[in-house]
C-alpha cells in the first residue's frame, strides 16, 4: 500500500494557514491508491488550471511546477556542452552563414562573401564620385552661365533702345572699342532678348567661347563670318553667329522663329555699324546641318543668282513670310542670322533670312501693279 504525506491541519498545499473544517463522514473512510491524475488529489489553482499537491516519489520538480518539454534546447546554451558564445558560431560547421554578418557581429570568413563586400563597398564609393561629380559640373555650369549673363548685361549698357523699337539702337562705339576693338556693328530684335554687339576675328573660332573681355564664356559673343567684308551688310549675303544658349540668352529667340506664330509676331530686326543703321525683318528660316557649306554663299555673279539661291531655300523653310517669294525678287542684300537648334543633337543648325524693309516694300509695291 502505497504511503503519502498528511497535510497538516490548518494549511493549504501552499504552506498558507487555514480555517479547520469538520469532518466528513467521506473523510473517515478508508484511505485508497491515489495517483498525481486522480481528480481528488489535485487543487484548482488561481490561475483556472488543476497542479497537484504531491510530488511523486523521485520528481525533481515540486509541486506546481513546470515541467520542461521533452526534447527543448535552450537558445543560449550548447547541447555538447563543447564550446560556447561566439568562438562556437566559427568553429562549429551547423552554424551556416546566411548573411555578411553573421549573428555576433563578426564578419564571415566565406572568400565569396568577402569578395561581396568589397564589390558593394567600391560601388558604393563610385556611386558618391558620380553623384559629387554629378553636382559639381551642375554648379560649374550654373556658374558659367552667371558669368555669360554678367558679360551681357555689363555691353547691353553701350546701347541705348527705343521703347517701341521703331528707331536704330543708339551705340556708344568709343566705349565698346576701349574694351574689344574687334567690335563691327550691334544686332536688335525689338520684342526679343537679342541686344548684342557683333564682333569679328580672323576665323569662326575665337568667339564661339571668348569673351569681349578676352576670357573664355560659355557663350563667346555673337560675331560676322570672317570672311564678310567689314563692318556688315556689304557683300550680298551678310551672315551672323550667336550661340542658342539653354537659359534663353544669346540667339535662342532666333530659334523660336521656327514656329510660325513666333516668326509672325516678329516685323523688325536692326543691324547698326558705325557708319550706318539697317532697318529689316525677317523673310524666311529653314533648317540645315553644321557641314552644310551652301550657307556660307556671300557674294554672287548676279542679283539674278542671289535670287536663285534664296529661292532655293525657301524651299527647306519652316517658316516664312506669306509673300516671300515675291520680296526675294526684289532683294539685292540679305542679312542672315545662324545658330543652333537641339532637334537634331548639336549638328542642327537654322538660319533666318532677312531682307531690308525698303526693298521688301517695294517688292510688294510692284508685285500689286
Known sequence: MASHFKQPEGTDPRGFARPSRPSSRSAQAAPHHATDDDPSRRLRTRRGGDESYHAPAGNPHAAGMPRASEGFVSVVSDPGGSSRGHDRRRREPRFVETDPYDLSGRRSRDPKKRVARVLSVILFVVGIGLIAAAAGMFIYNQWQYGEQERINEELAEYATLSDDGSTAPQV????????????????????TGVNYPVYQAQDNEKYLHTSAEGTYSLGGQIFLDYENAKPGMVDAQTIIYGHHLRNGSMFKPVSD?????????????????????????PLFIYQTTADDTNVR???????????????GLLGQAVASRGDAAQVINGMTKALSLCTCYYEDSDKGRVILVCALKSEAAAATAAASE
Open 172 to 191: 556708344d562705339w568709343e566705349g565698346l572699342k576701349a574694351v574689344n576693338g574687334d567690335v563691327v556693328g550691334w544686332v536688335q530684335i525689338p520684342g
Open 257 to 281: 522663329m521656327q514656329d510660325q506664330q513666333v516668326f509672325d509676331s516678329i516685323s523688325t530686326v536692326w543691324y547698326v555699324t558705325e557708319e550706318a543703321s539697317y532697318e529689316l525683318e
Open 297 to 311: 554663299q556671300l557674294n554672287f555673279g548676279s542679283t539674278d543668282e542671289l535670287h536663285a539661291y534664296l529661292s
